[in-house]
């Protein structure tokens, strides 16, 4: 009988082991995927791509927005007045997601970025961090702007658990460039 346990034993633990790395491949997918939506909505302003940058956004934000045309509109106004004034978006880089944290069935995620943005005579670095929800197990998620005040973010993520780790808020850095002729 012993034999048999030992086998039954080991057989748990290489199975148990499959599913850690089934779950760490998946975790490591949905990363994946979430820095690439942050980084689609920084720039999707600066690439016309309004749409995608709608689809990302958090559902009670677009609410708030007058829903999703009004906020089109909005966005593509934010576009021409920028492009009308030089303002250009050099890069953008995703920083490496939070640990999931879980609160019911909702799953949050705080995602840091880092933005570069070219002004007339200036360019801007800006880091920043959206706070990321899915309401899926992670198969879709939509951003909150982590610029905003606390309390306006309790009002798009009322349930925002309290031991998410948010970062530090940073004041833009802002350097003189000299324009080619």
Request: net charge neutral; with cysteine; charged share 25%.
């Amino acid at each position: 009988m012993k034999p048999v346990l030992s086998v039954v034993c080991l057989l748990f633990v290489f199975v148990s082991g499959l599913n850690v790395g089934s779950v760490f491949a998946q975790s490591e997918k949905m990363r994946a995927q979430i820095r690439q939506d942050v980084k689609e909505m920084n720039e999707g302003v600066m690439q016309g791509k309004f749409d995608r940058v709608i689809d990302l956004t958090h559902p009670e934000i677009v609410k708030k927005m007058g829903g999703r045309e009004a906020m089109k509109i909005q966005i593509k106004q934010i576009y021409e007045q920028m492009k009308g004034q030089g303002i250009t978006i050099e890069s953008s880089a995703a920083g490496e997601p939070s640990e999931f944290v879980t609160q019911g069935n909702d799953t949050y995620v705080v995602v840091p970025f880092e933005l570069k943005m070219k002004f007339p005579g200036a360019r801007m670095t800006q880091d920043g961090y959206v706070i990321g929800l899915s309401t899926n197990q992670g198969k879709n998620w939509t951003y909150v702007n982590g610029s905003v005040k606390e309390d306006q973010l309790k009002l798009f993520l009322p349930n925002l658990p309290e031991n998410l780790k948010l970062p530090e808020k940073t004041e833009p850095i802002f350097e003189q460039i000299e324009e080619k002729q």
